[in-house]
């Protein structure tokens, strides 16, 4: 073998090592939050000023990261919209990353989200939200139970009834 071929079949051979300690990396790395974890307690903008993200003492809490420019999103804010009283018994935080959504001025296509006394419109920044939730995939949902522990991670769409399912037991 020729030494330029033994050269390129060494860099060959190191960039595939280097592609595979990445992604053992990635696939051993643990989760950013992990079912049993705290709610992590972030400061937010809201629409009546700052606040905190909290949990609610006699209820679940939902945490729900949505996006103005997912159709998926849209789909699940209008479906909530639709069904804000079966949602009456849990707190929720529908919070976005989108750097030019303003809560109180772009919600206004989801009236009844937006006067329900048990949903937050939370705007945040990507880089917090990433520390202390993971990957921004969207929608994603966190319940939280009463004490503020996370029951449940979804990532993507869900059905409402299912998502009312995980609800029930996790306020139990």
Same mark, same amino acid.
Request: proline content about 14%; overall charge positive; glycine content about 4%.
């Given at each position: 073998m020729t030494k330029s071929k033994r050269n390129a079949t060494l860099m060959i051979a190191l960039l595939l090592a280097a592609v595979l300690a990445?992604? /053992?990396?990635?696939?051993?790395?643990? !989760?950013? =939050?992990?079912?049993?974890?705290? @709610?992590?307690?972030?400061?937010?903008?809201?629409?009546?000023?700052?606040?905190? /993200?909290?949990?609610?003492?006699?209820? !679940?809490? =939902?945490?729900?990261?949505?996006? @103005?420019?997912?159709?998926?999103?849209?789909?699940?804010?209008?479906?909530?919209?639709?069904?804000?009283d079966q949602l009456a018994g849990a707190r929720i935080y529908l919070a976005t990353t989108d750097r030019d959504f303003t809560p109180g001025a772009d919600n206004l296509r989801w009236p009844l989200l937006s006067c329900a006394e048990n949903v937050i419109w939370v705007r945040l920044e990507e880089k917090q939200y990433t520390r202390h939730f993971g990957a921004a995939i969207s929608p994603c949902f966190f319940i939280f139970d009463h004490e503020g522990v996370l029951r449940e991670k979804i990532r993507g769409e869900i059905k409402l009834e299912a998502l009312l399912a995980k609800i029930e037991p996790a306020g139990a």
């Open positions: 990445g992604l /053992l990396y990635a696939a051993l790395k643990p !989760p950013v =939050l992990p079912l049993g974890a705290r @709610m992590p307690a972030l400061a937010f903008a809201s629409p009546t000023g700052s606040d905190t /993200l909290r949990p609610s003492p006699t209820k !679940p809490t =939902l945490v729900i990261l949505f996006s @103005m420019r997912c159709p998926h999103c849209l789909y699940e804010l209008d479906l909530f919209e639709q069904h804000i």
